[in-house]
Each structure stands twice: as C-alpha cells, then as structure tokens.
T-cell receptor, first 110, second 117 residues
Framework: GQQLNQSPQSMFIQEGEDVSMNCTSS?????WLWYKQDPGEGPVLLIA?????ELTSNGRLTAQFGITRKDSFLNISASIPSDVGIYFC??????????FGTGTRLTIIP | GAVVSQHPSWVICKSGTSVKIECRSL??????MFWYRQFPKQSLMLMAT?????????EQGVEKDKFLINHASLTLSTLTVTSAHPEDSSFYIC?????????????FGNGTRLTVT
C-alpha cells in the first residue's frame, strides 16, 4: 500500500537535545496525525492536525500541518529518555484510509 | 480519552490452527474498526476496514477467506487468522473510530503478537 516518506529514518541524540522529523507526501491530505510506538505496543496518538498551516503543541511536542498540505513536521524539545521509540506520521484525505509514514526511530545516547 | 482494548496481547499457535483476536472500544461506540499488520521494523499496513453490521473491505493482496473479520457490535470486532502458517507470524493491531473519519483520529489497541510454529 501507499506510504508517506518520513525522515530521518533514525536518530541518535543525547538527552536534552531537540529533535525534528518530517513527513512528505505526493498527494494532499486534510488530516495529519503523529503517533509514537513503543516496542510491543500499539501506536499512541500524540498530536492531530486538521488545517493547513496549523501549529499544535502537546507538552514538549510541537507539530505543524504544512501549508501545501503535502507535509508535516514534528519537533520534540529537550528530549528525555522516555522519548525513545518509533514515531509515525499518518495522513488522510476525506474519508479515505489513513496512510502511515515509514517511521523515525529515536534513540537517546547515554 | 478513547480506549481500545485488544486481546490477547500475544499468542503462539501451531501451523494449521486458527486464532481469533478481539478488538474492543471501551468508552465509545466504534462505527468503524481497522485491522493492521506490522512486520519488524516496518510501518503499519492496513489489512481491512470493518463497519458495524456489514462486510469488511479488504485491501489488495489480503485474503478475505484467510483473515476473517466480524464486526457484530459497535464495541467489538474480531479478526480470525484461519489455517495459520509461519508466514502469518506478525504483530496485528486494531484501531477504532467513533465518528466519520474526517472528524476523529484513530486510537489503537496494544496489538497482538502472533507466532505460528
């Protein structure tokens, strides 16, 4: 099935650093969602975006709905050990199925 | 917030047997439930979409006779992997939506790790 291009594929950072990741699509969406998945568990919703240009925060996390409707960004400020995991973006247009990104694996170096 | 419960969290079965996985919406009525499959280090791939009281819609390449989906109520959907084979070993995850997809994000269950020996 279709997938979104998500980058970077993996990140190795030190605790306290800021993190940025993004998703791009060849087609437009009117919903962008960001999820975090821990090993052996289902994805947990972090942020939902419904309008082009929208900027939404959830604690140390901030996500933006790209103005072109073809991309979205997720930033994590002052990373902590529990931020480790895989982050997935997901996009949807209307009532179509949700399309997932390829994931960004975040590792914090001690 | 919306809670989706999935059971069992893991199961080991012998080749040729069938396995049923349950997905329940605990605090809302799920008009639509989705079943995903995830291989190690890969993203989630949609298998099928089920609407309460109607037949499921399967994605291309997913065998509907092998992966039986039943959505008999607004709070329960089941996925049955029939005549399981080792290549069916995977992480299966359900999600549920309470209203039109445009109005609500998907909430996911905790997944079921299926191992077929």
């Amino acid at each position: 099935g279709q997938q979104l291009n998500q980058s970077p594929q993996s990140m190795f950072i030190q605790e306290g650093e800021d993190v940025s990741m993004n998703c791009t699509s060849s087609s437009i969406f009117n919903t962008w969602l960001w999820y975090k998945q821990d090993p052996g568990e289902g994805p947990v919703l972090l942020i939902a975006l419904y309008k082009a240009g929208e900027l939404t925060s959830n604690g140390r996390l901030t996500a933006q709905f790209g103005i072109t409707r073809k991309d979205s960004f997720l930033n994590i400020s002052a990373s902590i050990p529990s931020d480790v995991g895989i982050y997935f973006c997901a996009g949807r247009l209307g009532n179509e199925k949700l399309t997932f990104g390829t994931g960004t694996r975040l590792t914090i170096i001690p | 917030g919306a809670v989706v419960s999935q059971h069992p969290s893991w199961v080991i079965c012998k080749s040729g047997t069938s396995v049923k996985i349950e997905c329940r919406s605990l605090d809302f009525q799920a008009t639509t439930m989705f079943w995903y499959r995830q291989f190690p280090k890969q993203s989630l791939m949609l298998m099928a979409t089920s609407n309460e009281g109607s037949k499921a819609t399967y994605e291309q390449g997913v065998e509907k006779d092998k992966f039986l989906i039943n959505h008999a109520s607004l709070t329960l959907s089941t996925l049955t992997v029939t005549s399981a084979h080792p290549e069916d070993s995977s992480f299966y995850i359900c999600s549920a939506s309470s209203t039109l997809p445009t109005d609500s994000p998907l909430h996911f269950g905790n997944g079921t790790r299926l191992t077929v020996t």
